[in-house]
């Protein structure tokens, strides 16, 4: 059959319903390829300059009408006749000018296997990048301790170790927390759980201690306002309970936050896209200042648009006597507001006599998140504390966490660490 090497395969059916939605890919193809020198030789010549411009106006609205797909097929898969010669003779070994029922199983094998070649790289090509993507978290973690002398600024680092001196990198408090509540029987199945944060988009990033506890747990109740305080009242918890795993347990987390920026400066940060040192928390640190501005004769902040604001300031500020004597102000400031947040926190706790109705065991974490511009977001923990449906009390700290933070020398004295690793008898 001397025509056979000329032979056109037949059109495919239901392949024209098709191109309309195709066109547009096409398009950007014919576009890309064009009569551009890098186009291969042995794919044969280059498309017709005019391709371009006809599958561009089928796109735009002719439809198959415009770009019918046999032409389209002939004008984009031309092959000139040197590559149809070796590609007839590599299955033509008798050379008898035509192909055999033999010679086109030889075909129609290496067609299959080609095609199980590529599922079989497409799918672990995909593999891979599962892997690579399930690991990046793991090597980013590695990569804050192996590297951090290379990018974390001293003076903060420095800063850090003065006034929170038992901070941790973000996925080791994960890391510890989950360690011993599965322990416990905790698992993503069977624990709801709950964090109060302050709402900063600093708090947000990628593979710091929001999105990594929410990872490990699955979804989270949000019960945070500013400056990480659980505004959403009795009503929230409540409502947050009431989805409580039968017989499962409850996890909740809460955390003010604190910036510490590259110069050592507690209580601001360089914000993504800024130029300037902005305040962290600035709930906290508008609570301070407001406070110190009213003491000087200055308006105090009392809008029934800022509640949430008045909140804080009203319970922040007895509990500033003594912010002379400390090391840092605003580390100071930090451990007052952790003092309210965990007030709030426990009392609404005990303002609700059917929790152990709804859970069998529930478990508080406590802390202030330190939020850094290099070198990863740290988690300086202050309470880790479980409780059970028989009212048996359990302090986790140790277990987790290690030795407590001795905080006197930065807070100016005994009595202000004390209320700070005080648990209000929840």
Same mark, same amino acid.
């Given at each position: 059959?001397?025509?056979? /090497?000329?032979?056109?395969?037949?059109?495919?059916? &239901?392949?024209?319903?098709?191109?309309?939605?195709?066109?547009?890919?096409?398009?950007?193809?014919?576009?890309?390829?064009?009569? +551009?020198?890098?186009?291969?030789?042995?794919? !044969?010549?280059?498309?017709?300059?005019?391709?371009?411009?006809?599958?561009?106006?089928?796109?735009?609205?002719? !439809?198959?009408?415009?770009?019918?797909?046999?032409?389209?097929?002939?004008?984009?898969?031309?092959?000139?006749?040197? %590559?149809?010669?070796?590609?007839?003779?590599?299955?033509?070994?008798? +050379?008898?000018?035509?192909?055999?029922? %033999? %010679?086109?199983?030889?075909?129609?094998?290496?067609?299959?296997?080609?095609?199980?070649?590529?599922?079989?790289?497409?799918?672990?090509?995909?593999?891979?990048?599962?892997?690579?993507?399930? #690991?990046?978290?793991?090597?980013?973690?590695?990569?804050?301790?192996?590297?951090?002398?290379?990018?974390?600024?001293?003076?903060?680092? /420095?800063?850090?170790?003065?006034?929170?001196? #038992?901070?941790?990198?973000?996925?080791?408090? @994960?890391?510890?927390?989950?360690?011993?509540? #599965?322990? /416990?029987?905790? #698992?993503?199945?069977?624990?709801?759980?709950?964090?109060?944060?302050?709402?900063? %988009?600093?708090?947000?990033?990628?593979?710091?201690?929001?999105?990594?506890?929410? @990872?490990?747990?699955?979804?989270?109740?949000a019960l945070g306002g500013l400056g990480?305080?659980?505004?959403?009242?009795?009503? !929230?918890?409540?409502?947050?309970?009431?989805?409580?795993?039968?017989? &499962?347990?409850?996890?909740?987390?809460?955390?003010?936050?604190?910036?510490i920026n590259t110069d050592g400066a507690?209580? +601001?940060?360089?914000?993504?896209?800024?130029?300037? @040192?902005?305040?962290?928390?600035?709930?906290?640190?508008?609570?301070?200042?407001?406070?110190?501005?009213?003491?000087?004769?200055?308006?105090?902040?009392?809008?029934?648009?800022?509640?949430?604001?008045?909140?804080?300031?009203?319970?922040?500020?007895?509990?500033?006597? &003594?912010?002379?004597? +400390?090391?840092?102000?605003?580390?100071?400031?930090?451990?007052?507001?952790?003092?309210?947040?965990?007030?709030?926190?426990?009392?609404?706790?005990?303002?609700?006599?059917?929790?152990?109705d709804w859970c069998d065991e529930l478990?508080?974490?406590?802390?202030?998140?330190?939020?850094?511009?290099?070198?990863?977001?740290?988690?300086?923990?202050?309470?880790?504390?479980?409780?059970?449906?028989?009212?048996?009390?359990?302090?986790?700290?140790?277990?987790?966490?290690?030795?407590?933070?001795?905080?006197?020398?930065?807070?100016?004295?005994?009595?202000?660490?004390?209320?700070?690793?005080?648990?209000?008898?929840?």
């Amino acid at each position: 059959m001397a025509g056979a /090497r000329r032979c056109r395969a037949p059109p495919r059916r &239901g392949g024209r319903g098709l191109v309309p939605a195709a066109l547009a890919s096409a398009a950007a193809l014919a576009a890309a390829v064009g009569p +551009s020198s890098a186009w291969s030789t042995s794919c !044969g010549p280059a498309p017709r300059p005019r391709l371009a411009a006809r599958v561009a106006r089928a796109a735009k609205g002719g !439809g198959a009408a415009a770009v019918d797909e046999d032409w389209l097929r002939d004008s984009i898969g031309q092959v000139d006749d040197k %590559e149809v010669d070796r590609l007839f003779s590599k299955y033509d070994p008798d +050379s008898s000018n035509s192909i055999d029922r %033999e %010679e086109f199983q030889e075909i129609a094998k290496e067609m299959k296997y080609d095609a199980f070649r590529r599922t079989a790289l497409a799918v672990l090509g995909s593999a891979l990048g599962g892997v690579w993507v399930g #690991t990046l978290g793991q090597q980013y973690q590695i990569a804050q301790k192996l590297f951090r002398g290379f990018y974390a600024s001293p003076p903060a680092e /420095r800063a850090m170790k003065t006034f929170f001196p #038992t901070a941790l990198l973000a996925n080791d408090v @994960n890391s510890a927390v989950a360690d011993v509540l #599965t322990k /416990r029987g905790y #698992t993503p199945q069977n624990t709801l759980y709950a964090q109060s944060v302050c709402p900063d %988009e600093i708090n947000s990033k990628a593979q710091e201690l929001v999105a990594l506890m929410q @990872n490990e747990w699955g979804e989270a109740f949000a019960l945070g306002g500013l400056g990480g305080l659980p505004f959403a009242g009795k009503s !929230g918890f409540e409502a947050f309970l009431h989805h409580t795993p039968v017989k &499962g347990k409850v996890l909740i987390c809460f955390a003010p936050h604190v910036g510490i920026n590259t110069d050592g400066a507690v209580g +601001s940060i360089l914000r993504e896209g800024q130029l300037k @040192n902005s305040t962290a928390c600035g709930a906290a640190v508008g609570a301070f200042n407001a406070i110190r501005k009213s003491d000087s004769g200055g308006s105090d902040l009392g809008s029934a648009y800022d509640a949430q604001e008045k909140y804080i300031v009203d319970n922040m500020r007895p509990l500033l006597e &003594g912010v002379e004597d +400390s090391q840092d102000k605003m580390a100071y400031v930090a451990y007052q507001t952790y003092n309210i947040a965990r007030d709030l926190m426990l009392d609404t706790l005990k303002s609700i006599p059917d929790i152990y109705d709804w859970c069998d065991e529930l478990t508080v974490v406590g802390g202030i998140m330190i939020n850094r511009n290099r070198g990863g977001d740290f988690f300086q923990p202050l309470m880790f504390e479980t409780k059970t449906k028989d009212g048996a009390a359990t302090d986790l700290y140790q277990q987790a966490f290690g030795d407590r933070p001795d905080l006197a020398q930065i807070l100016g004295s005994e009595t202000k660490a004390k209320q700070v690793r005080a648990s209000a008898g929840w």
